[in-house]
């Protein structure tokens, strides 16, 4: 059952209100939706001034009324349950969420057009005219998603926006070093997570596993060190030695995870489709889950899932998308070495096709999908001294990365100022 809702982005939290939502499928039947409000204040990635620029520079947006300044909430508008529609009515955006079950008791919610950040419409839902008319006017993003909640299209402005200075700095930054760097930076993210979770494992394993763990941290942190201390010089000879520090990472990171496993679940190192065994079977269901999250986080910031830093170009090839998830990878790898090491996986969750390797059968895919969407909804983790959801978390780390790119046209622009 899912009641339409509003998902609030920002900073300092206000208050919270609740409303009540008519689920479609049960007449009568009500859900009680939270709505948080927050004031808009000190955030590069959701701050939109009155131009439509949702990317400028941190600093509060206060609405003026008469003499006086106040904060304004800021949102994003998801339309989800079918029949829903947005209108424009004296100025403002109105929508409606239709109760099917004939009792006529619609829920209709109004908000400022100064609150709204993006518009985001689902399959079976409905927008006018006028409210897409007003929404570009003032620099709304509007984005059409599937079934899935994938973003599949938006709606464009004539005028250039933030997107296009975003896009424009995402090509020029593409295979040189400097946008090396940020790839880089999501790497030592990737290296430094795993660490922590083998930091993690060794509080509740024997003495003899603990060696294993210590060895592998020790490999780890001078990997990582490396990393980080490691100048970034030329495009093709940095990336490739990035790419030599990543893999040897990786290699110790399994062998131990393997090592640390029940016999009938170790293997013998990492294994892309077709997958050797059961344990990458579920790592690769894993990451793709959190490859469509990643998408979509990409595309709600503005950023061009196709326009990558540091992986190499190929038709048809979301090379920002395998760029921006190393460093959410240790996530999944949690998830998958917890079923395992419970043992809750059997023969069941497991496909084995002789000559395709190992796939998730249904019951597989259920199981993981059921813990992974779970944790992404209610794991916290801190950042810059805030609590996110960890789906909430990649969303803001999208945003901050589009600032960080539309920074660079300001830093070319210093540079390129004669002495």
Partial sequence: MRADC???SSITRTREQSCVFHHNQHPGATSRCRINLYEAKYHDFNHRTPLGNRFSSPRRYRHRVGRAHKFIPVMDI???TFGSRLRVRDGIFEMTVPDISGANHHVIEQFAPEQVTSILLHKGTSVSADALLLAIEIGVDIQVLDQFGHPQGRFWSNRPTSTLSIWKNQLALSHTTEGLRIAKSWIEEKLHGRILHLRK???YRSAEKGKIITAAETALLELLT???????LEFNADAATIRGIEGAAGRHYFDTLSALLPDEYQFGGRSNRPATDAFNAFLNYGYAILYSKAERALLLAGLHPYIGFMHADGYQRKNLVFDFIEQFRVWIDKI???????KHVSSVHITLRTEKGYWLAEEGKRLLV???LERLANKKQALDGLEYSLDALMTESARRCASRVLKFETMRKVKMQPA
């Fill in 6 to 8: 509003i998902f609030v």
């Fill in 78 to 80: 998801y339309l989800q």
């Fill in 201 to 203: 494992l060794k509080g």
């Fill in 226 to 232: 490396r990393l980080k201390k490691m100048p970034l």
């Fill in 336 to 342: 998958v070495f917890k079923l395992f090491s419970r």
């Fill in 370 to 372: 059921d813990h992974v």
